[in-house]
């Protein structure tokens, strides 16, 4: 079946949302109906939370476009008849929205497994004693060597803020890249290892590694 259940970027941070349209469509009502529905039981409805929305441009008019998170949508739908198309619309789309909320669940896991590494890795540039502008540079060097990117550009390919965090925004595969990367990197800075010999490993041991990743895109 079509894609039922979206989220408005790649931040891991997002709640996966479903929309009027979809509802009306594989529920087999019209539109209006569904709408008229939202407004009728908004109150109803915000109790799951803000109804989110969008306005789209559909030829030389706008139309607004609701977004309904899951508790949102279930809710809606009993509203609707319990036909055939409805309930089968109901079970794909909670089969969806689990999906959706199980991939953000393995993303959160990994990034918080990244954020402990990271604390491991930046007490071990201190200990060191390099200097603070070291942070990033082996920052970029983590990122380069794990995904191809630095800061900068990762951010630019996500479509993120100037000052957000683009490990937010990464795959479970590509955290788990950067991850690692990280392990081997503070590994080689307890080991007493200069910046420039830590680049040359990375260099050489990582490339293979690094082919088997896509590289980052912007988010929808």
Do not use: W
């Not at 709640?15 to 539109?31: L, V, W, Y």
Request: proline share 2%; aromatic share 10%; with cysteine.
């Amino acid at each position: 079946m079509k894609e039922l259940v979206f989220i408005e970027s790649e931040d891991l941070n997002c709640e996966p949302f479903t929309t009027d349209e979809i509802i009306a469509e594989f529920s087999g009502n019209n539109r209006d109906s569904v709408t008229r529905l939202i407004r009728t039981y908004e109150n109803d409805l915000s109790e799951f939370g803000t109804i989110g929305f969008e306005i789209r441009a559909s030829g030389r008019a706008r139309k607004k476009i609701y977004h309904l998170n899951q508790q949102q949508a279930t809710l809606l739908i009993t509203y609707l008849d319990n036909t055939e198309p409805v309930r089968n619309f109901k079970k794909e789309l909670v089969k969806q929205f689990y999906g959706m909320e199980s991939e953000l669940a393995a993303r959160r896991l990994e990034r918080a497994k990244g954020k402990e590494i990271r604390l491991t890795m930046t007490d071990a540039i201190k200990q060191a004693g390099f200097n603070a502008h070291f942070y990033k540079h082996f920052t970029n060097l983590v990122y380069k060597k794990a995904l191809g990117f630095n800061a900068k550009q990762l951010r630019e390919a996500r479509g993120t803020k100037p000052k957000a965090t683009p490990l937010d925004f990464l795959t479970t595969k590509e955290q788990a890249a950067v991850n690692q990367i990280e392990e081997l990197t503070t590994g080689l800075i307890l080991l007493g290892r200069s910046y420039d010999d830590i680049k040359l490993i990375l260099n050489i041991g990582v490339v293979i590694y690094q082919t088997t990743l896509k590289k980052p895109e912007k988010a929808r």
